[in-house]
């Protein structure tokens, strides 16, 4: 089955910065990875996702990064602000595995103003 | 788009009670939901796949005598909590997925659950 490894588990960065959380998935057959965004006491919220066929995604100040060769993917947020202090989550999705998502452990992101 | 809403937000129950969480997708119809169970500071659970009209499949490790899930519509699903106990405690998630929207999950609030 899938494996989904993600890092760092905890990121602190000073307003303004940049942030960079990577993961590495196990199974070639995965051919979508979203990434989640949640706030304490809420249910995750998409923030941003890309499919196997494209290599890089932008949507405004996030970005995310696949490289099928080598089986990782990375998320970029620029210019970070307080509001991005979250918990974020990488997901892998194989249809070999029915369709499922298969999450990373988590990234605690602290954004320091 | 895409909103998925759940209730109630918060439980507290007695030991031995039954508690029905609901997820409903509020904006979309989906053949598919999937519930979670979230325990602090760790990641998501995947504890079952509801499809409208057909049983539940379970992961392995969960008891699905203890945990019923019944999806009766494009729009809801619901997951009964039996005879719960204290080591049920914890935050439970669903999620749904688009009826065209292939492999992406919109997740709901999720509901925290405390036996007493």
């Known amino acids: 089955g899938e494996n989904v490894e993600q890092h760092p588990s905890t990121l602190s960065v000073q307003e303004g910065d940049s942030a960079v959380i990577k993961c590495t998935y196990s199974d070639s057959a995965s051919n979508y990875f979203p990434w989640y965004k949640q706030e304490l006491g809420k249910g995750p919220q998409l923030i941003i996702d890309?499919?196997?066929?494209?290599g890089e995604k932008k949507d405004q100040r996030i970005a995310v990064t696949l490289n099928k060769t080598a089986k990782h993917f990375s998320l970029h947020i620029t210019e970070t602000q307080p509001e991005d202090s979250a918990v974020y989550f990488c997901a892998a999705v194989s249809r070999e595995y029915g369709n499922k998502l298969v999450f990373g452990a988590g990234t605690i992101l602290r954004v320091k103003s | 788009g895409a909103v998925v809403s759940q209730h109630p937000s918060w439980v507290i129950c007695k030991s031995g009670t039954s508690v029905k969480i609901e997820c409903r997708s509020l904006?979309?119809?989906?053949?598919?939901m999937f519930w979670y169970r979230q325990f602090p500071k760790q990641s998501l659970m995947l504890m079952a796949t509801?499809?409208?009209?057909?049983?539940?499949?379970?992961e392995q490790g969960v008891e699905k005598d203890k945990f019923l899930i019944n999806h009766a519509s494009l729009t809801l699903s619901t997951l009964t909590v039996t005879s719960a106990h204290p080591e049920d405690s914890s935050f439970y998630i669903c999620?749904?997925?688009?009826?065209?929207?292939?492999?992406?999950?919109?997740f709901g609030p999720g509901t925290r659950l405390l036996v007493l």
């Open positions: 509801s499809n409208e009209g057909s049983k539940a499949t379970y």
């Open positions: 999620s749904a997925r688009d009826l065209y929207g292939q492999e992406t999950q919109y």
């Open positions: 904006d979309f119809q989906a053949t598919t």
């Open positions: 890309i499919r196997s066929n494209v």
